[in-house]
């Protein structure tokens, strides 16, 4: 699957209804946490959250921007290049 960024940057911008932006910020602080933890586990251990939870929480955000972030036929699951694209892109983000 392909990602166009900008859509989806727009996307969490623009959502209006506030569970749609409560569900993309928490979502989205769960990938940026996984990304830099580099396991599921990881990242759930410093959120206080279960893996299960992480797991699911990635799922929702991949179903929803429609895009795989993760490979899980490898352990740990490992980001695809749109995963890191829009990490990159995200921390440059919120350097700005």
Request: hydrophobic fraction near 35%; glycine fraction near 4%.
């Amino acid at each position: 699957m392909s990602i166009n960024q900008k859509d989806i940057f727009k996307h969490f911008s623009s959502s209006q209804e506030v569970a749609g932006e409560h569900f993309f910020s928490r979502s989205f602080s769960v990938f940026m946490k996984v990304m830099e933890e580099k396991k599921f586990s990881a990242a759930a251990v410093k959120l206080q959250l279960t893996q299960s939870s992480i797991s699911q929480t990635i799922a929702g955000l991949e179903t929803s921007l429609g895009v795989d972030l993760f490979n899980r036929e490898s352990r740990p699951p490992q980001p695809t290049k749109e995963a890191v694209k829009l990490y990159e892109r995200s921390k440059k983000a919120k350097r700005t």
